[in-house]
């Protein structure tokens, strides 16, 4: 046993010693208190006794005048060891006769009794006095005097006190069986349950249980309570790991894909400054070549290198204009407004038409509703989509590009289509990546960060946006915006 | 009859207290007090006789047939004695029955008589006496020496300086007197059987 099942044990056993105890002590003096009095009574009713025997033995040694006879009687009280003397008295008040226990024993006083009274009793220090009128014929033959001990208090007060003792021993005797009892039903499953709670504490076992209890009291609630409480530990326990678990993979992942968003950017940096370096190399050297050139050379030939630079400029310019785009519809604050689509595209569309008169390009442009969006990003998401739409069909001689929505599952789908080149299905999801191009430059010219900034704008706009199209069957691009109820909602 | 014996209770006590001293005094000076007041009055014998006498009559049953009848206390000469008798007893009654002192001086008078005393001036005639009350349920008292062997019943005697008395137990017997035991237990010497045994 543990040292914490024997103070539980002692606990119990000392509350059953100091019951015991108290209940022996209380019940001492209860009974002390009462034989106390009981005593004295007893005492006095016993002298009384014997005085009217002594009494009605000792009339005719009074009548007769025998002493001796008298003496005789008063010798019948060695008997009583109460008795320590006594002393017969004649109506004129001689003594007549008298008996005394041990010769250093002083006789009774002898007290005058009240008229017609037949008994008196009463106590002198450790004394009890008693006196009694011998009445024969219905006359007083004498009195008797009869003293006896009243210092057996304090004897009797220890032999109390043994006794108490005694059963106190006893008592602590079978506080400690009863102990032992106590201990197999109370002390040793909590001891058990104590223990397991400290495994519990120690090892962080939530597995284990605590024994169950046999006998249906607190302690089995207890046990019960704290089984449960350990089941619910557990599962907590499994769910917190489950979702470190899951945690931890999520990080991973996270971690992964923020490396490849890493490697990207590098990627993308480099092809930045390469992209840039290709017309800035090109200005350098129509630069060097003008600077070269005699006064004497062809003016065409000047004419020829400037456009070579105008061109280049463009080119960088577009470029920087594009990455402009770029970042800014990642950072740019969204701000909501009524936007027409229609009419962004329309102006688009007359635009692009514009710059380039000799094409044969058809727009079909649906009129649509307008809707809630940033105006500034969404144009510029349209343009993009627009702009590569008319890229892609500018090899072939007439076109047609269609700007419209249709209504799926309550969600509103826009699209964007040419008949142009289109693209190899298995390569679209490369579309929207940055500088991922799908045709060669010289094929059509492009910075391959126009998608890519489309799908940032439509991404801020809790849009998303996919592409549909075959190798020179055209293209179409998909995309959602936010829907109305959600911008209600917000 | 025996004294009582039954215990009373406890161990005797032996332990005195403090007050051993006074209490020792008070009894002496009762004890001398008393002793004082005995000496100077000391009863004389007549006194004592008639005491005696009448408190006979206490401890002696006739029979039935003597009723309810006064009781005759009788005293044959001592006219003193008589005196003393016939004041001690005036209002007196034993067992309902009043007292009444007699003087006799003849002994042919003493048929009614309960108790009848002889005195030691009549000694000549103390067996005419007795055999007047021959067949008669009288308790005979006397102060002869001889009292007794002339057929007396209870016999005054002198020892010390106290009157003391022997029965004749036979002539009670004889005479239907029942004498109680408790007046046997204070005689000098009792004659003849007791009635019924178990008795002192």
Known sequence: MTARSRSISAKLMWMNVVVSATVLVLATIAYFSYDLISFRQNLIRNLRTAAQIVGTNSVSALLFDDQQSAATTLEALRNSPDVLAATLVTNDGSTFAEYRRSPNVPAPPVRAMADGSIDEDWVDGSHVLLAHRIVFQGKPAGTVYIAAQLNETGQRARQYLAIACGVLLICMAAGLLISATARRLVARPMVELAETARRVSRERDYSVRAAPHPDKDEITVLVEAFNEMLVQIQERDTALNRGREQLEARVQERTAALRAANRELEAFSYTVAHDLRGPLDAVQGMVYILGGLDREKREGDRKEILEHLRQATRNMASLIDDLLNLSRASTTAVKMNRVDLTAIVTRIAEDLQRAEPDRRVEFMIAQLPAIEADEGLIRVALDNLLRNAWKYTSRHESACIEFGAISRRGETLYYVRDDGAGFDPKLGDQLFQPFHRLHSRSQFPGTGIGLATVQRILARHRGRIWAEGAVEKGATFWFTLKSEAETAAA | ?200
């Open chain 2, 1 to 200: 009859m025996a004294i009582g014996t039954q215990r009373l209770r406890r161990g005797e006590g032996t332990v005195w207290g403090a007050r051993l001293a006074w209490l020792l005094l008070y009894g002496l000076a009762a004890i001398g007090a008393f002793a004082d007041g005995a000496e100077a009055q000391k009863p004389s014998r007549d006194d004592v006789e008639a005491a005696y006498l009448y408190n006979f009559g206490k401890f002696v049953r006739w029979p039935e047939s003597a009723g309810h009848t006064p009781m005759l206390v009788c005293v044959l000469g001592q006219d003193s004695l008589g005196q003393t008798i016939s004041k001690l007893v005036e209002g007196e009654q034993i067992n309902g029955r009043p007292l009444v002192e007699r003087n006799l001086n003849r002994p042919d008078g003493v048929g009614d008589c309960s108790i009848l005393f002889i005195g030691s001036t009549e000694r000549a005639h103390v067996v005419e006496t007795l055999t007047a009350t021959e067949g008669k349920p009288i308790l005979t008292v006397g102060d002869a020496p001889d009292f007794l062997e002339q057929g007396g019943m209870i016999e005054f005697v002198q020892v010390e300086d106290h009157v003391r008395f022997s029965v004749n137990l036979d002539e009670c017997t004889r005479h239907r007197v029942a004498v109680s035991s408790e007046l046997l237990k204070v005689a000098v010497t009792i004659r003849g059987k007791r009635e019924t045994g178990g008795v002192k």
